[in-house]
């Protein structure tokens, strides 16, 4: 069973961080394209962030700076560490491995930026 479970979100104060982590099984992360995407009430789904198979990443420029991606091959696991959050980064953050044709999502995990 293919399958992509994220973990770590939570409500946290501006200026506080997160992180989150993306547990892959049924498919392999480091041999394939893996983001972050992020979607907020009333607006369209974003890629935040991503990494590619080669170890190559990118950023949105609204987190450039402040997030990072990063992966543990031996886990099959992706991370989104997430530092100096603000409030209009709430949203619901979402996983993603594109496999050729196939492209597997997470159940998604709520983050909630406010004091």
């Known amino acids: 069973q293919v399958q992509l479970v994220e973990s770590g979100g939570g409500l946290v104060q501006p200026g506080g961080s997160l992180s989150l982590s993306c547990a892959a099984s049924?498919?392999?992360?480091?041999?394939?394209?893996m983001g972050w995407y992020r979607q907020a009430p009333g607006k369209q789904r974003e890629l935040v962030a991503g990494?590619?198979?080669?170890?190559?990443?990118n950023y949105a420029d609204s987190v450039k700076g402040r997030f990072t991606i990063s992966r543990n091959n031996a886990k099959n696991t992706a991370y989104l560490q997430m530092n100096n959050l603000k409030p209009e980064d709430t949203a619901v953050y979402y996983c993603?491995?594109?496999?050729?044709?196939?492209?597997?999502w997470g159940q998604g995990t709520q983050v909630t930026v406010s004091s």
């Open positions: 990494i590619t198979s080669g170890g190559s990443t």
């Open positions: 993603n491995v594109r496999d050729g044709p196939r492209s597997v």
């Open positions: 049924g498919i392999i992360i480091f041999t394939n394209f």
